[in-house]
């Protein structure tokens, strides 16, 4: 089955860290750009990270640049994002999506997962 | 940063209507980069057009798109039951990509 499994989220203290992960199943994980998305909740949706199917190229949002680290490991079929120094703002769902050409980046999303909460709150 | 509005914020339809979302760009997007997803609770988001107007693989013929500038819309020819949810789009022609907040279409 070709799905995207996040895991990770909870609730965390502002300043303390975080790591994301999604598990990807049923296609061949290591040709793809894959993303990170999120979602305030109630509210819209931003563009947080991508990293290509090789881990050769990386790109970040403003709003989490110099915070947030994305990576992948092929072997394992999983992207991770490491969430450091955590601000209230940064509280929302987190999804991972798949870039839907391999391995061009196209910028839209044609496999999400379900989501991962994460709450940032003292 | 191109903001995308969407209007209207809730469409309040019943079984077998017609539904028209629209996206209108605060500049002008190329055509060609603009997407359309479905968002439902507790369920993965479903891309349903990119390119403006092509269909993802999958999504039924009564979901079409069209638009060109800053002015998008996508329409659902009759409503089925399952078709109840958020739709968002999202421009990928210009850095940073951004969406649009959203229209629920909920059962009237």
């Known amino acids: ?122 | 940063e191109i903001v995308l509005t969407q209007s209207p914020g809730t469409l309040s339809l019943s079984p077998g209507e017609r539904a028209t979302l629209s996206c209108r760009a605060s500049q002008s997007v190329n055509s060609i980069y603009l997407a359309w997803y479905q968002f439902k609770p507790g369920q993965a988001p479903r891309l349903l057009i990119y390119g403006a107007s092509s269909r993802a693989t999958g999504i039924p013929d009564r979901f079409s798109a069209s638009g060109s500038g800053t002015d998008f819309t996508l329409t659902i020819a009759r409503l089925e039951p399952e078709d109840f949810a958020v739709y968002h789009c999202q421009q990928y022609g210009s850095s940073p990509l951004t969406f649009g907040g959203g229209t629920k279409v909920e059962i009237k």
């Not at chain 1, 050769?56 to 991770?80: H, Q, W």
Request: hydrophobic share 35%; charged share 20%.
């Open chain 1, 1 to 122: 089955q070709v799905q995207l499994v996040e895991s990770g989220g909870g609730v965390v203290q502002p300043g303390r860290s975080l790591r994301l992960s999604c598990a990807a199943s049923g296609f061949t994980f290591s040709s793809y750009v894959m993303h990170w998305v999120r979602q305030v909740p109630g509210k819209g949706l931003e563009w947080v990270a991508d990293i290509w199917h090789d881990g050769s190229n990386i790109y970040y949002a403003d709003s989490v640049k110099g915070r947030f680290t994305i990576s992948r490991d092929n072997s394992k079929k999983t992207l991770y994002l490491q969430m450091n120094s955590l601000r209230d703002e940064d509280t929302a769902v987190y999804y991972c999506a798949r870039d839907p050409t391999s391995p061009v980046v196209n910028w839209y999303f044609d496999l999400w997962g379900r989501g991962t909460l994460v709450t940032v709150s003292s």
